[in-house]
């Protein structure tokens, strides 16, 4: 039965990962997969998240199932940090919540809903996007289309070329926006560009969805909202997909959020009975450990401001390593400009590296970038910095 099954490729990112953690190179630098590393090189539990599974430890007095939408103090505060603690859709009730198993299960979980509920509906992502959106879209059989995003030799947004592709989108479809650090380019639009995309999907009537997986990892954890609360502004419409594996650094604990939006609390209410049929019938209800972390430290005061305070420090390293790099590259005697590097934000950045030159820098030096030249800023070190520069001055050359 099985012999006729071919392997499947590599996941072009995880399995970077594996060739990585084989290479015997003792000087290997990993700027491949999108994991938080600190000035050692390690991804650090948060002490805020070490503290709350001490409390939980001797609270939890049951391992019983969680109910499928997951613990009701996570869902309430997920939608505080999305909308902020006053906004109307709070008090109007008009959002509902479902802890799913990290950002992955919320776009997936997603997809099968849009898949189920607006079946003629076509969903759009930004030219690039995280490699695994169009896999996981196509999974459930949704047809997927891409707009206009990066203009690879400005190494800006092009943002004319993306509202006019944006403007093509027909009413009922559905649009992938990624909140804030967007996943390659590090790119953003502007809050007044954010409020020139929530005026088109008010006029051309599609769905947005909002794929929020690096909130705080930008500039702050409220600004990092706005792009998805000016849209809330003009649309009564939307879907967020939030991960909690970078900002609290859970990646091993699948914790992520699926949100719906709705124009009145009886179509939030309905809607998500819907939601809540495609969990029961695809893992049927969500781990507990990381909602219960993310949920304690969300809802104690002092817990928030250690968490908040952990973020700002994994936010600022990052920005110190973006400067750190284009310095450096200039110091070992690049010309090619790579000052766009320390205007980006988040983990991620589009070097601008060719396939051949990622390749080289493999085979030759041991560092590991994905083949689009995509680098992950949080792997560099102020001790990597010196031999990865070095290596990419070599390879420029
Ligand atoms: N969306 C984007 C844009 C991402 O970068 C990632 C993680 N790399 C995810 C979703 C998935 O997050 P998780 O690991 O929580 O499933």
């Known amino acids: 039965m099985f012999e006729h099954i071919q ?75 999305l909308f902020g603690k006053d906004h109307q859709i709070i008090s109007k009730q008009l959002a509902q919540t479902a ?82 650090c967007h996943n390659p380019t590090g790119i953003d639009p502007t809050p007044e560009q954010w409020y020139q995309l929530a005026k088109l999907c008010s006029k051309q009537g599609f769905l947005a ?23 809330l502004d003009h649309v009564p419409e939307m879907l967020i997909a939030s991960s909690f594996s970078k900002n609290f650094g859970l990646y091993n604990e699948r914790v992520g959020a699926l949100t719906i939006v709705c124009e009145t609390s009886d179509q939030a209410e309905s809607a998500f009975t819907q939601i809540k049929r495609c969990i029961r019938t695809n893992y049927s209800n969500p781990p507990s450990h990381g909602s219960a972390v993310v949920a304690e430290i969300l809802n104690d005061a002092e817990l928030y401001a250690l968490w908040e305070s952990e973020l700002d420090t994994m936010r600022t390293r990052i920005h110190e390593m973006r400067s750190l ?54 792997g560099m070190t102020h001790d990597n910095m010196a031999p990865l520069c070095e290596a990419i001055a070599s390879v420029i050359k």
């Open 7 to 81: 392997a499947a490729p590599a996941d072009p990112i995880l399995g970077l990962n594996d060739a990585y953690k084989k290479d015997p190179n003792p000087n290997k630098i990993n700027l491949g997969v999108g994991v938080y590393k600190d000035e050692l090189g390690h991804t650090p539990i948060l002490k805020a998240v070490k503290q709350a599974e001490e409390r939980l430890l001797l609270q939890e007095k049951s391992k019983n199932y969680l109910s499928i939408e997951g613990r009701p103090n996570y869902r309430s505060a997920v939608q505080t940090l």
């Open 99 to 180: 802890h799913t198993p990290g950002g992955t299960g919320a776009l997936r979980v997603a997809a099968e809903f849009i898949k189920k509920h607006l079946p003629e509906a076509t969903i759009w992502v930004s030219n690039p996007t995280w490699a695994n959106h169009q896999s996981v879209f196509q999974s459930v059989g949704l047809e997927v289309g891409s707009y206009s995003y990066y203009n690879a030799d400005s190494k800006t947004l092009d943002f004319e070329a993306m509202l006019a592709s944006l403007s093509q989108v027909p009413e009922g479809d559905v649009v992938l926006f990624h909140g804030c």
């Open 209 to 231: 969805l909002f794929d929020f997986a690096y909130q705080g990892f930008g500039q702050s954890l409220n600004d990092d909202a706005q792009g998805l609360r000016t849209f």
């Open 325 to 378: 790099f284009v310095n450096t590259l200039r110091a070992k005697g690049v010309n090619q400009d790579f000052s766009f590097i320390s205007q980006q934000q988040g983990m991620f950045s589009f070097s601008g590296l060719t396939p051949d030159q990622v390749a080289q820098l493999r085979n030759e030096f041991g560092i590991y970038i994905v083949g689009s030249g995509r680098i992950n800023v949080a």
